[in-house]
T-cell receptor, first 113, second 112 residues
Framework: KAGVTQTPRYLIKTRGQQVTLSCSPI?????VSWYQQTPGQGLQFLFE???????NKGNFPGRFSGRQFSNSRSEMNVSTLELGDSALYLC????????????FGQGTRLTVV | QKEVEQNSGPLSVPEGAIASLNCTYS??????FFWYRQYSGKSPELIMF????GDKEDGRFTAQLNKASQYVSLLIRDSQPSDSATYLC????????????FGKGTTLSVSS
């Protein structure tokens, strides 16, 4: 059974640009969550999508947004990139019903220069 | 502010010993608790989850939950050098879904 797939694995962007990251969940999983991991702040929850609707949202500025498609694949977008957005962005997939276990993809390493 | 606290370590144990990793959380409404292992440069890997008070065992791993004390722990028996990693405690902060609040992690080093 294929795991969670994130693309691209690495990105280098310039301040002010925008970026879109993609996540394909495990087959049959309807929930996709996004996290940002930095050495200083650790893993922080961005948002969760379930059945194409944002179900939960973390404490990040509006520059961070996401969406989910009917096949459960999800994208997150960061606009007007700042140096502080450099991080590992992780996507987690879960069945989505009740309290279910989440499985992470390999992540996208974003560097903003 | 809902928080999950872990001792950052490093926690150093000899091969074959028991490693004990601890985590406290602030939100009394938390319902589900997870332990992830993260090797350097890799993504977190789910190793244990627990929903009810008490102990849950899976191979060499035992998760312990005490909701009254808002405390969850992970025991690793017969520690191996391959267990050397950062262990992340995560708590589900919502009634449903996977909005996980993570601790900063405890680095475990197992020496042979």
């Amino acid at each position: 059974k294929a795991g969670v797939t994130q693309t691209p694995r690495y990105l280098i962007k310039t301040r002010g640009q925008q970026v879109t990251l993609s996540c394909s969940p495990i087959s049959g999983h309807r929930s996709v969550s996004w996290y940002q991991q930095t050495p200083g702040q650790g893993l922080q929850f961005l948002f969760e999508y379930f059945s194409e609707t944002q179900r939960n949202k973390g404490n990040f500025p509006g520059r961070f947004s996401g969406r989910q498609f009917s096949n459960s694949r999800s994208e997150m977008n960061v606009s007007t990139l700042e140096l502080g957005d450099s991080a590992l962005y992780l996507c987690a997939s879960s069945l989505g019903e009740g309290w279910t276990e989440a499985f992470f993809g390999q992540g996208t390493r974003l560097t903003v220069v | 502010q809902k928080e999950v606290e872990q001792n950052s370590g490093p926690l150093s144990v000899p091969e074959g010993a028991i490693a004990s990793l601890n985590c406290t959380y602030s939100d009394r409404g938390s319902q589900s608790f997870f332990w992830y292992r993260q090797y350097s440069g890799k993504s977190p890997e789910l190793i244990m989850f627990i929903y009810s008070n008490g102990d849950k065992e899976d191979g060499r791993f035992t998760a312990q939950l005490n909701k009254a004390s808002q405390y969850v722990s992970l025991l690793i028996r017969d520690s191996q050098p391959s267990d050397s990693a950062t262990y992340l405690c995560a708590v589900n902060a919502k009634q449903a879904g996977t909005a996980l609040i993570f601790g900063k992690g405890t680095t475990l080093s197992v020496s042979s």
